[in-house]
């Protein structure tokens, strides 16, 4: 018999989730059944969908989330002892996990694939650059942005998961870029490391001022990581027939649902400037992750995209590294190693 221990949630969050609105408990794991693997947690996902998923499910419920795992022990011959999957069990170390469950790419799905062969980078960037995060700036930026050449791109949330590659891919495609981010050695590791044109502490300065000091031929993509008041600024500072990819709002996750923060109205620019401005979620692309993944590999070893984590050690310490994470303690993909 194996233990399982995981993190089930028992009292919705309120403004930032307390420890205590988690418990970690201890179960037995059934003997594995043919179609069925064993598998244990390498290492675990903390992201912003976990807190804003939240209010969507009764209590208590296990805590969904991605995770890096090898194989204990199978019975499906996809997936060999001793090999690696991504999967969507969530905050727990050893899982029995049905292969053939659906594979939606949904925050609550029951997705399961092999890592793929990352050619000796890190396995938890299955969890991050090379995972969904990576997808989501992959498919978000260049699907919904259409990027050209030469345009202005702006990014917010720039120095985390999703945006951080996005600022590198717009770099790759010869745009000029502007990433927005919460601290100083975010800006500066922006700036110096990943080649962005121009950083800003959207903390500390004027965003509107120091936009247009940075495009004063305005914006023409947009990928919006965290919505509210900063993004409707840089919506007003958009060029005809700007795009615009609406990837998450995490500046109100925290908020009271009946309650969230009020920003000053877009249509205006939407109407004059002709934009195209659309939400997504990355499980729209499920079936071409294999796309993206194949693509950032490569630049990842070639090192054209740089794939910072910032790793946290220990299950006990996911709450720490959750709550971290939604404070912007991170720079990059936070993750925990198990
Ligand atoms: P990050 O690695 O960017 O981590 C979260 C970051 O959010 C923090 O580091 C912090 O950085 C920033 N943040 C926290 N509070 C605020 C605030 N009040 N205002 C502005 N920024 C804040 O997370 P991800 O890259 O995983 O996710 C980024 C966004 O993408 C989220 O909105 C998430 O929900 C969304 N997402 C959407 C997906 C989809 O399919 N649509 C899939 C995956 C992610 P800082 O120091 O800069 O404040």
Redesign the pocket.
């Known amino acids: 018999m194996v233990k399982q221990r995981k993190y089930v949630v028992k009292k919705h969050f309120q403004g930032v989730p307390k420890r205590d609105d988690f418990e970690i408990v201890e179960t037995e794991l059934p003997p594995i059944k043919n179609g069925e693997i064993l598998i244990k947690t390498e290492w675990i996902s903390v992201?912003?969908?976990q807190?804003?998923y939240n209010s969507r499910y009764p209590v208590p419920y296990d805590q969904f989330g991605y995770q890096v795992s090898s194989v204990l022990e199978s019975k499906d011959p996809r997936y060999p002892e001793g090999s690696r999957v991504v999967c969507h069990q969530g905050w727990c170390d050893h899982s029995v996990v049905n292969t053939s469950e659906g594979k939606s790419g949904d925050?609550d799905s029951s997705a399961v694939y092999k890592l793929p062969d990352l050619k000796g980078l890190s396995n938890s960037l299955g969890i991050g650059a090379i995972g969904?995060?990576g997808?989501?700036?992959y498919f978000?930026f260049l699907e919904l942005c259409q990027p050209k050449a030469g345009e202005t791109v702006v990014v917010?949330?720039?120095?985390?998961?999703?945006?951080?590659?996005v600022g590198q891919i717009a770099k790759m495609k010869g745009c000029t870029v502007i990433g927005?981010?919460?601290?100083d050695d975010?800006v500066e590791w922006l700036e110096k490391e990943l080649g962005l044109d121009k950083a800003f502490?959207?903390?500390t300065i004027d965003v509107l001022k120091a936009l247009k000091e940075a495009a004063p031929k305005g914006v023409d993509c947009y990928f919006d990581?965290?919505?509210?008041e900063?993004s409707s600024q840089i919506i007003s500072q958009m060029n005809l027939f700007g795009r615009v990819a609406?990837?998450?709002?995490?500046?109100?996750?925290?908020e009271d649902l009946q309650n969230t923060p009020k920003a000053s109205i877009i249509q205006p620019s939407v109407v004059s400037k002709q934009l195209k401005i659309e939400?997504?979620?990355?499980?729209?692309w499920l079936s071409r992750w294999p796309e993206a993944f194949a693509d950032l590999i490569k630049w990842a070893k070639s090192g054209q995209l740089k794939t910072r984590e910032?790793v946290t050690e220990g299950f006990d310490k996911i709450y720490d590294a959750f709550v971290g994470?939604?404070?912007?303690?991170?720079?990059?993909?936070?993750v925990v190693k198990v």
């Open positions: 992201d912003p969908y807190r804003a925050a969904m995060p997808a989501t700036a978000g917010t949330g720039a120095a985390g998961a999703v945006g951080s590659i927005f981010a919460g601290s975010k502490n959207y903390k990581n965290v919505g509210g900063i609406v990837c998450g709002s995490i500046s109100a996750y925290n939400g997504f979620i990355v499980g729209r910032h994470m939604l404070a912007g303690e991170n720079s990059g993909k936070a």
